[in-house]
């Protein structure tokens, strides 16, 4: 029997969950997925996905595929999947992709920003969707930092020990920092990241904003390739997995509008 590949735009917000990856559990956003595809196409979907996110981390557009002998249009996989799933998951757009697709291998890069109040009291209508500083953020000194870490480096001192890539260096492809009232957006592309990469970074940049390090000591980070020299790993709650880039003849979307919602 003849299959086709789907691929879908996932978006999610990680508080309710243990990461992406299927667990024994079932609470992960992989099983949520997977149990309402299973429900709208009555056979067992496995999924495949573009970069696994941990508990508490959200995604605008996590892009997942697979294949199966349905033929369905692209609104009634969207429609048809997002009846079987929870609130706080949801499918953002559909389409049949070529079967050389591959939502991992195929991207060329991935995007994530990390949302960042500074105040003075703890969030609460953003607790779980944003980080917090609890004072002052120096932004130049954080943008200097930032750009130490762009291009192809050892990324060792930012990396988990649990850990599971092949190699530590990664081509880190830009890092923005603005900035709009109270909420500090960093924006990260890299060809791939390690784990806890960026959360191990965002510990070192607020580190150098709140005054604590100048910004010369990213470098010494970076260079000492060991994990011990970097801050301690950052909180989960302001990381949003924006999505991957693919090469344009898969036209598939680089963003969903939530994106814009994101300070």
């Avoid at 696994?52 to 996989?77: C, I, K, S, Y």
């Avoid at 806890?196 to 010494?220: E, T, Y």
């Amino acid at each position: 029997m003849s299959k086709v590949r789907i691929a879908l735009g996932i978006s999610y917000n990680g508080q309710a969950y243990q990461g992406w990856q299927s667990q024994s559990s079932g609470l992960t956003v992989q099983d949520k997925l997977e149990a309402a595809l299973k429900q709208f196409t009555n056979h067992k979907v496995s999924t495949l996905c573009a970069g696994r996110t941990d508990a508490g981390v959200h995604a605008l557009m996590q892009v997942v595929h697979f294949d199966t002998p349905l033929e369905r249009n692209t609104n009634a996989w969207l429609r048809g999947t997002n009846a079987g799933l929870p609130h706080d998951i949801a499918v953002e757009w559909a389409q049949e992709v070529p079967a050389t697709f591959h939502c991992r291998a195929s991207a060329s890069t991935r995007r994530y920003a990390y949302i960042l109040k500074e105040s003075a009291v703890r969030p609460s209508v953003e607790d779980g969707r944003v980080g917090w500083a609890f004072r002052s953020l120096e932004g130049n000194a954080m943008r200097e930092a930032a750009q130490i870490l762009v291009g192809e480096h050892d990324f060792t001192s930012f990396r988990a020990s649990q850990c599971q890539a092949l190699s530590p260096v990664k081509n880190l492809v830009s890092i923005s920092i603005t900035q709009r009232g109270a909420y500090w957006r960093m924006e990260f592309e890299a060809n791939a990241f390690l784990h806890h990469m960026i959360r191990n970074i965002m510990g070192c940049l607020v580190q150098i904003g709140f005054g604590k390090q100048p910004a010369s000591w990213m470098k010494d980070v970076l260079d000492a390739r060991d994990r011990d020299f970097a801050a301690p790993t950052f909180p989960p709650d302001g990381l949003y997995f924006l999505g991957p880039r693919y090469p344009e003849h898969f036209a598939i979307p680089e963003r969903t509008p939530a994106y814009d919602w994101l300070p």
